[in-house]
C-alpha cells in the first residue's frame, strides 16, 4: 500500500498510539525498544521523528556518530547512549542499521544477531541478500530509504519489500514520521531511492533563484522564505492531486494558455533541460545498482 502523510491529510491504516509497538499482525502495541547503529544525518533525523512522535519506549543509540548522540540525548528523554554496537543488539530486538555502504560489512560482521532480531536497513548501495548474510540467524531485514525531513514529520520514506509482514510494521514505523510507500524489491527500491539524487539539484534550484532575486534587490532572507515558502505549498498541491487520482500532467496541462509558467516550461523544453533529469536518474541508478563505483 502507499502511505501518505500531510497536514491536512492522512492515508495511513490506522491511527498510532504514543509509545507503541508492532504487533505480528502489523498492528501497534504499547512498549518496545529500538536500537539504532550510526547515528549520522539520516539516522539522527529519523531518531528525532521518532522521538516527538513518541512511538518507541526507549532508543538506544550505538557510540557512532557521538556529537549527535550527546546532542540527542541531552533533548529527548527516550534517547540513550550504549558503549558499543553489540550492546544496543543485547538491549533491542528492532533495530536500525544507518552506517555507510564502506563500513556496513566489517560492523555487521562482529556481531551476534538472535532469530527474535528485526533489521532495517538504511544502508544504500547493499543488497538485503547482502545484508541477510552478515546477520545470520536473523531472518527478519526490511529497507527503509527516508530523508532527513522525517525529523519534522516530512516526506515519503521507501520501504521494501513489499507485503512481507515485517516490511508492512516498518510502514507502520515510518508513517509515524511523515508516510511511506512500498517497493516490490530491492530492484523497484532503487529505481525510486534514483530520485532522492534530485535533493541537491532542487536546493541549488533555489539558490539559483535566490542570487537571481538578490541582484535585483531583493534582501537574501526574503527571497529565501518565500522560495521555500512557495515551493512547499506547490509540493503540498502536487500531494493533493496525486492523493485526488489526478497526475503531474495534469497540473502542467492547467497552468494558463499564454502565461508565464507555460512560457517557462517551453524555454526549459527548447533547452532540453527535462531530458537531463532523465541522465541524472540513470547516473543515480547505476550507482544504487553499482553499475558505477563513482
Known sequence: CHVFRLKYTHFCSSTMDAKAKVSSEGKLQKGVVLGVIG????????????????????????????????????????????????????????VVVAVLPTQVES??????????????????MVST?????????????????????????????????????FTREVEEIFSSIGGCVAATDDAQCALLQSATALMGPY?????SCTEW???????KQDGMKFLAGMFQGVADDAM??????????????????????????KILEEKGVFGEFHKCLEASHDRLVGKKKQ
Open 203 to 207: 536546493y541549488q534550484m533555489l539558490a
Open 39 to 94: 547515528v549520522g544525518t539520516i539516522g539522527k533525523a529519523c531518531i528525532i521523528g521518532w522521538a516527538k512522535a513518541g512511538i518507541f519506549e526507549k532508543i538506544i543509540c550505538s557510540p557512532r556518530g557521538r556529537a549527535n548522540v550527546a546532542e540527542l540525548e541531552s533533548k529527548y528523554d527516550q534517547v540513550t547512549k550504549v558503549e558499543s554496537n553489540q550492546q544496543v543488539l543485547d538491549q533491542s530486538k528492532l
Open 240 to 265: 493533493y492531486a496525486v492523493e485526488s487520482g489526478r497526475t503531474f500532467e495534469d497540473l502542467v496541462e492547467e497552468q494558463t494558455p499564454g502565461g508565464l509558467n507555460e512560457m517557462c516550461v
Open 107 to 124: 560492523i555487521l560482521r562482529e556481531l551476534k544477531f538472535t532469530k527474535e532480531h528485526k533489521l532495517i536497513t538504511l544502508v544504500s
Open 213 to 219: 532575486l538578490s541582484k535585483h534587490g531583493v534582501p
Open 129 to 165: 541478500p547482502s545484508i541477510l548474510s552478515l546477520v545470520k540467524p536473523c531472518i527478519q531485514v526490511a529497507r527503509a530509504v527516508p530523508l532527513p525531513c522525517v525529523q519534522n514529520h516530512r516526506g515519503v520514506a521507501i520501504v521494501s519489500p513489499k507485503n512481507e509482514p
